[in-house]
């Protein structure tokens, strides 16, 4: 039992370790500091996102978020513009296959998201584009 419990403990801890480590070269490598996002901010954004979409008169827009990370944001949006077709850009793999797996567990339809290099990216067909 106690090597059971010490396998299972170093594979927690390695896979810790791999996940902070890997965002952190992720963002070294980017120059892009990865920044929580918090409750009040997100609805902030979320709130000036249905203005856009009012003033602009979208109903069915391509909305991209830059740096989705952990796809809290494009989550969101989604839930507020179910119209919207959302397509986050992350590089690190760690946050990107999260939210990979929560948008296909969770049913979010009209979210996906790339791993691509946000600055080699051509973002000209966006209606929206949101960054964090």
């Not at 949006?77 to 077709?85: I, L, T």
């Not at 948008?103 to 290099?117: E, P, R």
């Amino acid at each position: 039992m106690e090597t059971l419990l010490t396998v299972i403990f170093g594979i927690i801890v390695f896979g810790a370790s791999f996940c902070l480590l890997s965002m952190e070269y992720y963002a070294r490598k980017s120059k892009v500091v990865a920044a929580p996002s918090v409750p009040w901010m997100r609805k902030a954004v979320i709130q000036r996102l249905g203005k856009e979409m009012a003033e602009k008169g979208l109903t069915n827009p391509l909305i991209l978020e830059l740096g989705s990370g952990w796809g809290t944001l494009a989550f969101a949006a989604s839930k507020v513009c179910p119209g919207a077709r959302i397509v986050g850009y992350e590089i690190s793999p760690v946050p990107l296959a999260y939210s990979r797996i929560k948008a296909k567990l969770c049913g979010y339809k009209n979210v996906k998201f790339l791993n691509a290099d946000l600055f080699k990216e051509d973002f000209s067909q966006a209606d929206i584009v949101l960054t964090y």
